[in-house]
């Protein structure tokens, strides 16, 4: 059990977590993370979360990029199916509404905490808990592109630090 001197702040989330545990160096400072899901978001995109010297990142001046997506399924849920695709994906970091109503699901997530590409990995993981046929049913609505894009617009770099 770690003591309070050994935990620090998950710079994604925010969680006190052992500094020990899901760590990288960035820049010559250590980071710790309370998954590996807000290690890779880190990783990824590092000065969406820690800013440069006279410059704030998002992260740390309480910005929050709400994303809505929208999937298709081919036949609706049944309420089983349901259940478990719900309980999976409110485990995830930085989803915040799941709505499934028909064949649509409707997630609500903040970008700065989840990517689509690790909601529609987690999908992929529970599909064989979703039965025969899930991967076919499942159209994909998400563009990588676009929200990786859309946070690396955020992310502080030297060309718009005045600092």
């Not at 010559?28 to 978001?41: K, L, P, V």
């Not at 989803?95 to 997530?109: C, P, R, S």
């Not at 903040?110 to 049913?137: F, H, K, M, P």
Request: hydrophobic share 40%; aromatic share 6%; with cysteine.
């Amino acid at each position: 059990m770690s003591n309070q001197r050994d935990l620090i702040s998950d710079p994604v989330c925010g969680m006190m977590v052992d500094a020990k545990k899901i760590a990288v160096e960035y820049l010559g400072i250590h980071y710790a993370f309370c998954s590996e899901q807000c290690r890779d978001r880190f990783t990824a995109n590092p000065h969406l979360y820690v800013g440069l010297p006279g410059c704030k990142a998002p992260k740390q001046e309480g910005i929050e990029v709400i994303k809505r997506r929208r999937l298709r399924l081919a036949s609706p849920l049944t309420s089983a199916q349901t259940n478990v695709l719900t309980l999976a994906l409110r485990a995830m970091r930085g989803i915040q509404k799941i709505a499934a109503d028909g064949n649509q699901i409707e997630i609500t997530y903040d970008l700065l905490q989840a990517t689509a590409e690790q909601i529609e990995a987690r999908l992929a993981e529970i599909g064989v808990q979703l039965g025969e046929g899930w991967a076919d049913r499942l159209h994909r609505a998400f563009v990588h592109y676009e929200e990786e894009c859309e946070a690396g617009n955020l992310a502080v770099d030297e060309r718009r630090c005045p600092g």
